[in-house]
Nanobody, 123 residues
Framework: QRQLVESGGGLVQPGGSLRLSCAAS????????VCWFRQAPGKEREAVSC???????YYADVVKGRDTISRDNAKYTVYLQMNSLKPEDTAVYYC?????????????????WGQGTQVTVSS
């Protein structure tokens, strides 16, 4: 069974940091582009950051300079290090995987999705 599982979410104060993990089972994650998405209550889902199979990284403007995406192919895991968190970063964060299809992975469709992990930024 092909599965993605997110972890690392939680409650953090503004200005704090969190590291999210996306672990794959039944799926050779090193073959795939992996993206992090988020969805806040009442808002549409948005792409946050992506890493392609060759390690190229992409960031949405709202997180550029604050977040870092990385992958550990030996562990079939992708990470999202989030720094200088703001209340507007509060959302459910999902990871998704798909084959590399274009040079615009933030706007691509993805085949495999995790269940999500809640990130809450509040004092």
């Amino acid at each position: 069974q092909r599965q993605l599982v997110e972890s690392g979410g939680g409650l953090v104060q503004p200005g704090g940091s969190l590291r999210l993990s996306c672990a794959a089972s039944g799926l050779r994650l090193d073959y795939y582009a992996v993206c992090w998405f988020r969805q806040a209550p009442g808002k549409e889902r948005e792409a946050v950051s992506c890493v392609t199979s060759d390690g190229s990284t992409y960031y949405a403007d709202v997180v550029k300079g604050r977040d870092t995406i990385s992958r550990d192919n030996a562990k079939y895991t992708v990470y999202l290090q989030m720094n200088s968190l703001k209340p507007e970063d509060t959302a459910v964060y999902y990871c998704a995987a798909g084959l590399d299809r274009s040079d615009d992975p933030l706007n691509e469709e993805y085949d495999y999705w995790g269940q999500g992990t809640q990130v809450t930024v509040s004092s």
